[in-house]
């Protein structure tokens, strides 16, 4: 006879299709009701981008049924665990995301962009930095205008806390050096100022609370991710290049300089797959590296063409050829955020205004 211990023991047992451990063990069985041989379970997902739910649904669906259960009923919610490390700056945000690449026109802001707004797609509440103060291209792709206010918040003794609010992008905070200066002006700091600007835009912005905070990060492999690793424990680093040989050297610069500041590297997305520049190149670079692979996202004019209207949401609300790629890609690095929080335990949040 059914009851809801032993539907538990079952189902506990049953593994994670993503992340290759029971669904006890992660914790993932949050509710199970039975009636007569009708059989209700609800499932915790550690982000709203898990993909293929489906195949939880039918290995526990497999379970059931030799145990007598008539019809098994899956319902699913999520909630996005996260490291929380940005506590020691005032920055409640449970994962940081930086994307990187070893040289510029890579397409590192698009994919950056893409990821911030499929997280979104997906149900996450997530903000979008801009820390290319150089050449920031981030308010262009997404379609946004405005110039960040200072808010002034009282506090109990008496002082004042200064905040920058961020442009909103439809619910999605954003924050870019091009919402500062004009279009044609050059921003030329030295290492510096280049410094101070992205603590205040890490610690001074009022982000709120979110699931993600995407970063994108200049090309290279200057002293910005060097500030990151200092200022906020990153949930990892997502790198970009197209399938070319001299593409993927430099992007083998970016992996080590991500090792060498202790930033976890997500893997690596190739953008511009087609037939320009090739297709495979970064697949085959990332199983060299040992390191996962995200994704491939097609050279199709749509994401040019909607980038440079500022309209990329539009490539995930829409139907277009580029959509599906898009959205794989954003399961992978959720997934793989997912996945390196059970290595690492979250470390207690401490806010420190």
């Known amino acids: 006879m059914l009851s809801e211990s032993s539907v538990q023991a079952a189902v506990s047992g049953v593994r994670d299709p993503e992340i290759g451990r029971s669904l006890g063990e992660l914790k993932m069985v949050r509710s199970v009701q039975v009636s007569g041989t009708a059989v209700r379970i609800g499932i915790e997902l550690p982000t709203p981008a898990y993909p293929g739910r489906e195949r939880i649904t039918a290995a526990i669906r ?4 030799p145990q007598g ?3 098994v009923e899956v319902e699913y919610t ?4 996260g490291k929380g490390t940005g506590g020691a700056i005032g920055l409640n945000v449970k994962n940081v995301i930086a994307v990187g690449s070893g040289k510029g026109g890579v397409g590192k802001s698009t994919v950056a962009a893409s990821l911030a707004l499929g997280l979104k797609h997906f149900g996450a509440k997530v903000g979008l930095m801009d820390a290319d103060v150089y050449g920031p291209s981030i308010p262009h792709l997404v379609g946004a205008t405005g110039t960040p206010v200072i808010k002034q918040i009282p506090l109990e ?17 954003t924050i870019s050096m091009g919402y500062m200066v004009k279009a044609d002006q050059a921003v030329i700091w030295r ?3 280049l410094h101070k600007a992205l603590s205040q835009f890490l610690q001074q912005t009022d982000w709120g609370t979110l699931d993600y905070l995407v970063i994108d990060m200049p090309p290279g492999t200057g002293d910005v991710a060097l500030t990151l690793s200092q200022m906020v424990g990153l949930a990892g680093a997502v790198v970009v290049c197209t399938p070319q040989q001299v593409a993927l050297l430099d992007a083998v610069k970016a992996v080590s300089m991500f090792k ?3 930033i976890p590297i997500l893997g690596m997305v190739e953008n511009m797959t087609g037939e320009i520049f090739g297709r495979g190149g970064a697949k085959a670079k990332a199983a060299e590296l040992g390191l996962p692979f995200l994704g491939e996202v097609p050279a199709n004019a749509l994401i040019r063409e909607q980038g440079d ?3 990329m949401a539009q490539l995930f609300s829409q139907d277009n050829p580029s959509r599906a790629a898009l959205l794989h890609m954003c399961e992978r690095v959720a997934m793989e955020v997912a996945r390196s929080l059970l290595e690492t335990p979250s470390l207690p949040t401490l806010e420190i205004l």
Do not use: C, L
């Open 62 to 65: 497999q379970v059931m049924t």
């Open 157 to 173: 003794d008496g002082r004042v806390m200064e905040r920058i609010v961020p442009i909103d992008v439809d619910g999605m905070p």
């Open 260 to 262: 060498t500041v202790k």
């Open 309 to 311: 209207a500022g309209q």
């Open 78 to 81: 999520w909630t996005v665990q």
């Open 69 to 71: 259960a008539s019809s």
């Open 191 to 193: 290492g510096p100022m």
